[in-house]
């Protein structure tokens, strides 16, 4: 009765947790096993966000189905399912239809992202700023308890408090710092590709600014 298993590779809205690499690997062997198909939701850690083009690429642990939204239009609204050849055969023309599907300048849009993730490397640099991010993070968790955890890949990082984290949030946006709620008692932070260090630090110390505020 198995005909797929869908999973993000890193957990957006559940809290930014990161698969561990024997769980992806037990389901692609699982999927094998079962003639079933293996389906990675890349909408949030796709287009460079975990420092590599595709977070299936960090782990070694290639799916049949991906889906790509959001990044992929660099703005531009779009969306796209992408296959293995021999699954993708099994849409024949009218099987799938869509009012605004694959529109001319959406994805003239995605193309351009496209050229510019890789021209500009930009997941390598969200793996580099990333490191720098959580190191920056597990250094203020060391001064302030009140951060239980610190994880995440590339430039998808979260931190988990021991309080509920909408009001630390919204303290942040107060202070010019994007950065949103999610599992209710984790930060979430999903910086753009282009972020550098500085802009980590002054994230870094708006937050400790706002921890300090709470206390």
Same mark, same amino acid.
């Given at each position: 009765?198995?005909?797929?298993?869908?999973?993000?590779?890193?957990?957006?809205?559940? #809290?930014? =947790?990161? %698969? &561990?690499? *024997?769980?992806? !690997?037990?389901? @692609?062997?699982?999927?094998?096993?079962?003639?079933?198909?293996?389906?990675?939701?890349?909408?949030?850690?796709g287009l460079g966000r975990t420092g590599s083009l595709f977070a299936y690429q960090r782990y070694g642990v290639e799916p049949d189905v991906m889906t790509l939204a959001k990044a992929l239009g660099g703005?531009?609204?779009? #969306?796209? =399912?992408? %296959? &293995?050849? *021999?699954?993708? !055969?099994?849409? @024949?023309?009218?099987?799938?239809?869509?009012?605004?599907?694959?529109?001319?300048?959406?994805?003239?849009?995605?193309?351009?992202?496209?050229?510019?993730?890789?021209?500009?490397?930009?997941?390598?640099?969200?793996?580099?700023?990333?490191?720098?991010?959580?190191?920056?993070?597990?250094?203020?968790?060391?001064?302030?308890?009140?951060? &239980?955890?610190?994880?995440?890949l590339g430039l998808m990082v979260g931190a988990e408090l021991a309080v509920p984290a909408g009001p630390v949030a919204a303290g942040c946006r107060e202070r010019g710092l994007l950065v949103n709620c999610?599992?209710?008692?984790?930060?979430?932070?999903?910086?753009?590709?282009?972020?550098?260090?500085?802009?980590?630090?002054?994230?870094?110390?708006?937050?400790?600014?706002?921890?300090?505020?709470?206390?």
């Amino acid at each position: 009765e198995l005909c797929a298993v869908l999973v993000e590779p890193v957990q957006g809205e559940g #809290g930014v =947790v990161p %698969a &561990r690499p *024997e769980f992806l !690997a037990g389901l @692609r062997r699982l999927c094998d096993e079962r003639g079933a198909l293996l389906v990675f939701d890349e909408i949030q850690t796709g287009l460079g966000r975990t420092g590599s083009l595709f977070a299936y690429q960090r782990y070694g642990v290639e799916p049949d189905v991906m889906t790509l939204a959001k990044a992929l239009g660099g703005g531009m609204p779009i #969306g796209a =399912v992408v %296959a &293995r050849r *021999e699954v993708a !055969a099994s849409f @024949r023309p009218g099987d799938h239809g869509s009012t605004f599907g694959g529109n001319p300048v959406a994805c003239a849009a995605a193309l351009a992202a496209l050229d510019v993730l890789q021209e500009e490397d930009l997941p390598a640099r969200a793996a580099s700023v990333g490191g720098y991010f959580l190191a920056r993070l597990e250094e203020l968790a060391r001064r302030w308890p009140v951060v &239980r955890e610190v994880r995440g890949l590339g430039l998808m990082v979260g931190a988990e408090l021991a309080v509920p984290a909408g009001p630390v949030a919204a303290g942040c946006r107060e202070r010019g710092l994007l950065v949103n709620c999610t599992a209710q008692r984790v930060l979430r932070f999903l910086p753009p590709l282009v972020v550098g260090e500085a802009e980590v630090d002054e994230a870094v110390n708006i937050l400790e600014e706002v921890l300090a505020g709470l206390a």
